[in-house]
């Protein structure tokens, strides 16, 4: 087992804690029969301290083990998942500040009930295990709650954008596009900019951008089947890379293998640096807040403003997450994005993100999300599209969802397109906003008569609606359910 050497006081505070225990002794006790303080031993189990050699032979005397097993890393049974979450470096690679944690609390608590944390870290891991989690998507659960915690709002990155717009005289109205920000990477920081040689690497063929470092200067290879904004964005991110001085980063982000956080917390503040300049909160506040002034729903406007801030409908709407709590106080929101293949029944979240604690779609695991999603009827409009020969061009719905069990309303907004460079993909992405009376009052076009209104549910297994002609698979999640109340039920009357 590899633990980190700043684990290494911890392990042996946690095994001196669980000995003592086992063998029934207080501090007082193995005080007395060590000669050391009450004090000192309290610290040693804590992990604050690491005793040295004459110290360890009086602790290993006390409770009559011998030396190499008490400084011995391996840890009993019962403290296993603390050490396979040791091992992990979880704790050492997390920033935990960033969450408001203090480390040394952390390692207290788990010193203080080692038995009774290492059995609930146990189920954690299980559960883990389960659903095929890895450490990078324990990193990407990690950083949701972190954008989560701030609304997705950071005005340090704000800040860095505007003047970084400042120094390379960007006017305030100006939107900048590919050849922009090209020029700023070549110019300001010594780039050559390339397309990926898919003949010489094919295995690049789906990736769509690649950094390679080099002391004479960088070079940025582009997937050549890119569009100009989904390029404006890459070459925005590569700025915000150099311009916030964000050293531990990663090189491409086609299958994201993370060596660290601190790799995605940085690609994090990079991209969102990229969209901070490209879509101006100067800009976008004031033009998202005339589309909620109308009586009406036109979705060809937000279509105008995707076009008009030279960014992609995903940029567009994650943009948004940033701005709506912030300046019109709609911080009851969700964000999602779903993969589907033309002529597929099948639908993937890819990503999500939420800004509230009431009912929103969530990732699943082998289960059959709600057919009536407007993020997932709008793929199939545009696979109709497709089908049909025509071109597609962005495509944007909205729909009020009522969900059944809670009653709680969503305006969901979503928006779809072919997901290049790859071929017969198609994405939607969607931004979901609670409908408590102060948001209905800033939404004048709810009630408008077009805006589709549906009722919802998370999934096919969990819905009660049996006469939907959506749904693809039976409730079975809901019948056991209430097989195990009618036993419980019918227990409670057998008993009284």
Known sequence: MAINTDNVRLVFG?????LRLDKGLSLNELSQKSGLSISYINEIEKGKKYPK???IIALASAMDVDYDTLVSLKLTKRLEPISDLLS???LTE?????????PANLLEILSDAPAKISAFVGTLIEIARNYNMSIEKFYFSALRTYQEMHDNYFEDIELEAERFLTENNVDQEQILNENDLAEILKSRFNYSIENINEKANPEFSSVRSLTITNPNGNRLLINNHLTSV????IFGREIGYLYLNLKNRLHTTALVEAESFEQLLNNFKASYFSSAIIIKRSLLVPAVAAVFEQKRWQPQQLI???HRFNTTPESFCYRLSNILPRYFGINQIFFSRFNNFVGQNIFDMTKEMHISRKHYPHTVKDEHYCRRWVALTILNDLGDIIKRKEQPGILCKAQKSTYLDTRDEYLVISFALPMSPTPGLNVSVSMGI???EPTREKLQFLDDPYLVAREVNQTC????LFDCRERIAAPTILQKRHKNEELRKALKRMIN
């Open 53 to 55: 050699s004459d110290k």
């Open 94 to 102: 997390l920033p935990l500040e960033l969450f408001g944690i203090d």
């Open 230 to 233: 989904q390029r404006a964005f």
């Open 461 to 464: 297994e969990r819905c009660s």
């Open 88 to 90: 992990s470096n979880v």
């Open 14 to 18: 946690l095994k001196l804690k669980q």
């Open 304 to 306: 105008d403003l995707i």
């Open 434 to 436: 609670y409908l408590d």
